[in-house]
């Protein structure tokens, strides 16, 4: 891997991962551990596998064609890229909205500020990232350093816990029940949405592109699935130690409360530290990738890329400030970027084979195979979560 290219490759594995890692990725982690016990390790093991298909057959197609996604879209099939460009759009705004809400609880529980207060601090911190001339630079640097933040804080716990990671391997390979929900809302967590196009996006954006960069793609995809995975697995561990003690997470609160029953009141401040990090890296991240999917549609936008995503965070910031989280609008956005992975997964594979966007290259085959079995599965299951937006108009 060349040295110039390592600190771009490295920076978006990290907003990948970083991406996925926010206040719900805490939360369905610590609900699940909670219901599932070990059991849940055979959720992680099987949410990666489907996560790590998906994202190598994503950023390949896109390194390949040096093409973005809503691009790639439209040569597939003109207006795609449109439609998806607004459901990611849309569910980059619903989400931000609960980020800034997970940074402002974070900055609660760490120095005792008002939410509103706390909203208003991280989105300050957000934007100035994107004040920089820099901004790719600044980004890249902001994601590795709370990523490994987030990492070492987590695993701290993990370690207090003491949790059985002798039955926790053996029921991730042979677990006791078949938890198909709790599946489904994991691979979405990890690669729905914007999240399976920020990594690809940000090495376009730093010219890394075409056959000659394909190996440093594919080593990219793989450091952020691997980063999520590490995350992810050490905050399973954390919240298993707890909850194999018999005792019962605050209902209200999940993850907090486990950190809390870890390790004291240095836990609790360790999990708003968690929090905060993990939801400023998903605002950046969101912002960032929901802008770069409305780029090409208005030279206005390409040209002021960085107004926009200020702007996206400012009104993100706003609506939390004056509404709160709407449910309703969040709920929806959960329902549809269910359906978002299998639509742009499909659109990808279709055009892995399309010499209008990837020109003589010869997509893998058992990508090609792993890819559509993704997007079956995933498509059934992104169906069923319509049943949330279905629920809303009863």
């Known amino acids: 891997m060349k040295n110039k290219n390592f600190s771009v490759l490295l920076g978006a594995a990290f907003l990948m991962a970083t991406s996925a890692i926010g206040p719900g990725f805490l939360t369905q982690t610590a609900v699940f551990t909670e219901q599932l016990r070990a059991d849940f390790g055979f959720v992680v093991l099987t949410s990666i596998i489907l996560s790590f298909i998906a994202q190598i057959n994503v950023w390949r197609v896109i390194g390949i064609s040096g093409m973005r996604g809503q691009d790639i879209a439209n040569t597939v099939l003109p207006g795609l890229g449109y439609f998806i460009a607004f459901l990611v759009a849309l569910g980059g705004l619903a989400f931000n909205i609960g980020n800034v809400g997970g940074a402002a609880m974070g900055l609660e529980v760490v120095l005792g500020l008002d939410l509103k207060i706390g909203a208003a601090i991280s989105a300050a911190i957000a934007i100035t990232i994107f004040l920089s001339k820099e901004a790719g630079k600044a980004m890249d640097l902001f994601t590795k350093v709370l990523g490994a933040l987030m990492i070492l804080l987590v695993g701290y716990v993990a370690l207090t816990t003491q949790p059985p990671v002798g039955e926790a391997i053996a029921r991730t390979f042979v677990p006791t029940q078949m938890p198909m929900l709790a599946i489904i809302t994991l691979v979405g967590g990890t690669v729905g949405g914007y999240i399976t196009f920020s990594?690809?996006?940000?090495?376009?954006?730093?010219?890394?592109?075409?056959?000659?960069?394909?190996?440093e793609i594919t080593n990219s995809s793989i450091m952020g699935i691997s980063i999520a995975l590490i995350m992810r697995v050490l905050l399973f561990l954390a919240v298993l130690g707890v909850v194999s003690k018999g005792i019962q997470l605050d209902p209200a609160?999940?993850?907090?409360?486990?950190?809390?029953?870890?390790?004291?009141?240095?836990?609790?401040?360790?999990?708003?530290?968690?929090?905060?990090?993990?939801?400023?890296?998903?605002?950046?991240?969101?912002?960032?990738?929901?802008?770069?999917?409305?780029?090409?549609?208005?030279?206005?936008?390409?040209?002021?890329?960085?107004?926009?995503?200020?702007?996206?965070?400012?009104?993100?910031?706003?609506?939390?400030?004056?509404?709160?989280?709407?449910?309703?609008?969040?709920?929806?956005?959960?329902?549809?970027?269910?359906?978002?992975?299998?639509?742009?997964?499909?659109?990808?594979?279709?055009?892995?084979?399309?010499?209008?966007?990837?020109?003589?290259?010869?997509?893998?085959?058992?990508?090609?195979?792993?890819?559509?079995?993704?997007?079956?599965?995933?498509?059934?299951l992104g169906l069923q979560s319509l049943t949330g937006i279905k629920a809303l108009f009863k």
Request: with cysteine.
């Open 199 to 215: 990594g690809g996006h940000r090495l376009l954006d730093a010219g890394i592109s075409g056959k000659e960069n394909l190996d």
């Open 253 to 380: 609160n999940p993850p907090a409360s486990a950190f809390k029953l870890a390790a004291g009141v240095i836990g609790y401040k360790f999990f708003g530290l968690v929090i905060c990090a993990a939801a400023l890296t998903s605002i950046v991240g969101a912002a960032y990738t929901s802008v770069s999917f409305l780029k090409s549609f208005s030279k206005a936008i390409d040209d002021h890329e960085n107004k926009w995503i200020i702007a996206f965070i400012a009104v993100s910031t706003l609506i939390f400030i004056t509404i709160g989280r709407p449910v309703t609008l969040l709920v929806i956005a959960g329902s549809l970027n269910g359906l978002i992975l299998p639509i742009t997964l499909g659109t990808i594979l279709v055009a892995s084979v399309n010499k209008k966007v990837v020109g003589e290259y010869k997509h893998p085959k058992w990508m090609l195979i792993l890819g559509i079995l993704v997007v079956l599965i995933t498509l059934y």
